[in-house]
């Protein structure tokens, strides 16, 4: 930075003007402006959303149980499948990531606060009633859109139910939120690193937000665009995705993945730098590789933007672009295997402990390999035409997502909650949580490679029979996954409640400037940057 | 870089205005969602009041949000590093938005290399124009959709043109102001800004114009009338809405300089306001190009 001019005409009374005292009640909620106050809001957002989320999926699990319908009409199905992706998507995890910046990031960098804090504020409490109107649908005549999270036109359009309209409105708030909170982080990481910390200096986690947030304010709008366009062809006689008209629902496809792919890897590169702070705390070592990590998430952030027919090969390409977008997909690979690949030099002769954030993280580097090598599969055209649309492509995403984000996320949750609440969490409870998730995660989703391969298709709420011994294991998987959930509810609130003191640093491999301070975070860190070398 | 740069890093307290906003957001999105729901379905209801409550309401949060942030920023508290945050907030702003017209103009071009050659028959799609639509023959602009809708295509001479010298013209003179700003020329900002928003104003109503003949008897060039239809109205109406965010932007500029606010060192909002209406003016010459010329 070459800022070197000291603004004489400002006064000191600006530092003052910190507010020490919170406001109590709800309205230290609702007006907040602190970082930490905004991170915790978007963690328990999101937790709630999870198990929204998670409710809906065991009516799907039940639903699937047995061949044959028994508890839900096939349209209610439909909803179903379609809300839960939304959910746990949007709600769930981007939130979740979101919060771990607004908590992490500028204590992390030695900042104050979040560079535009009032934004901040705004970008969160959108959200909760975005999420109002999409749950309200539910509760309409026609019923929750039903159309699945990648609304595909013509479902969405000329096929869709008279919710739609509230599906737009919605995502567009979410959309909204997304790009704020993303502006707010770049910024945030731009322009208020204590001083000496040079980009190449800052924590693999600081870098991971940063590229992540790029590619949000990137893509969200395109996202605001089609389901512009969609609402036009619904609501306004246009027909972008009518053939008819002169569009082509092909088309919507193209602008949706165009969203859609980078999206999955803004779901997956805060997971990679959640997991790249934790390995070298519980191996204690250095993080193998830092530049090439650097590296490696911003080149698997470039290509993202290349690959996303990967997921429209069955649509009838001209031969070029299949090849095409087989190759780059396949080239993802590569950085992504330089990352797996230093995860695993890290540990290599580390003296580890395995505390339960290392758990998740191991766990995360095995099970986030199997989705990346299931993608793999999918990528090569000539096979996806087998696998598309079956359940194969169901268990790649839970295991990029599930095991891959969430963990992460559940990672990160155990190692920072120390600084967060002030107290350890409960050891044994959160082992239970660890191993339970472990096993009853691989049941549910291991099997659906299986069924994928021999042809059961997705989004469908009845099958033939012969998938109905895997069915009943993915389901109880799915019921035993489902309430080992609510452990961590458990150990969240234990450890909010009391436990043991946790010290400032609890984890003697922990580096970065958010061990610095004490446990609890105090509610203003870093007033005055810490010096950096 | 002295340590006093960031002791002087500006948090501000509470703010209730975030809270409004956030309401008035889920006001618009309800009101406009069972506005659009009831025109399809041909019903009346509540859903217009409320989506004009909740713009109601968001213009009063920007005035209550946005002076306390002048208030803020005239008293002294924000340091070098804030004006930064808020210059960067404001260009990735302006890249979002350069990210929403790109999944528009992604769509024209898309229809226009791929769609409409192919539903004509081209590449590998002989049986697609043979079968599906024997009588459809692939052009550009589309004026017979495959199912038979006609139109007209606008021409780029005329209103077009004048609007994209009008634009351009707005551009430099908007740059004008900014340099008579930073040199403290007062009265040559005012005049210089004053023509940059009378300039946009005429190109509005000059674009009001030219959909009026659109939508004329003569021209026939609805929304509704197929793909390019569709494209030329979402394209330039939606830069028509940044025109006029751009203009209220101008104004409001207008009205603080003759309060007497901006400094030749700090004028974060002016800057703003003139990057707005920059990138304004870039999109409709791309929109010039692919939309009218081409
Ligand atoms: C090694 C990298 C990866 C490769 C090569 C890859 C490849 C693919 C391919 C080819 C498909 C389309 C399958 C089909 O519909 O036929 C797909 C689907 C999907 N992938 Fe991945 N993927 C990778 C990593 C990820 C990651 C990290 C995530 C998210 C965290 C992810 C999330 C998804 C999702 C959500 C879908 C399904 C979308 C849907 O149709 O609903 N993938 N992947
Ligand atoms: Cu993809």
Redesign the pocket.
Known sequence: MTINTINESLDDAATDDHHDHKMTGIKRWLYTTNHKDIGTLYLWFAFIMLLTGGALAMVIRAELFQPGLQIVEPDFFNQLTTVH?LIMVFGAIMPAFTGFANWMLPMMIGAPDMALPRMNNWSFWILPFAFAILLSSFFMESGAPNF???FYAPLSTTYSNGSTAFFVFAVHIMGISSIMGAINIVVTIMNLRAPGMTYMKMPLFVWTFFITAYLLIAVMPVLGGVVTMLLTDTYFGTSFFDAAGGGDPVMFQHIFWFF?HPE??I??LPAFGIVSTIIPAFARKKLFGYSSMVYATASIALLSFIVWA??M?TTGMPLFGELFFMYC??L??VP?GVKVFNWVATMWRGSMTFETPMLFSIAFVILFTI??FS??M??LTPV?FQ???TYF?VA??HY??VT??LFSIYAGAYFWLPKWTGHMYSETLARWHFWCSLISVNLLFFPMHFLGLAGMPRRIPDYALQFADFNKWVSIGGFAFGLSQLMFLAVVIKCIKGGKKAPAKPWDGAEGLEWTVESPAPYHTFSTPPKVD | MTTKEYESYYVPSQSHWPIIGAIALFMIAVGAANYVTDIKNETSGYGGYLLLAGIGLVIYMLFGWFNNVINESMTGKYSHQMDNSFRQGMSWFIFSEVMFFAAFFGALLYVRTFAVPWLGGAGNNVETGAVLWPEFTANWPLLKTPDGTETTSMGWFGLPLINTVLLLTSSITAHFAHISLEQNKRPQLKAWLGVTILLGLAFLFFQVLEYSHGYSDEMQLYLTSGIYGNTFYMLTGFHGMHVTLGCVMLIVMFFRILKGHFTPESHFAFQAASWYWHFVDVVWVILFVFVYIL
Do not use: E, P, Q, R
Request: aromatic share 14%; net charge negative.
């Open positions: 992706g699945g999270w990648t859609g999955v890897y779901m997956i990967h997921h090969f997909t396949m993802i690979a992504t989705g990346g993608g793999l999918l990528a996806d696998y598309h649309d492509v790649h995403f990029v997502l891959g984000s």
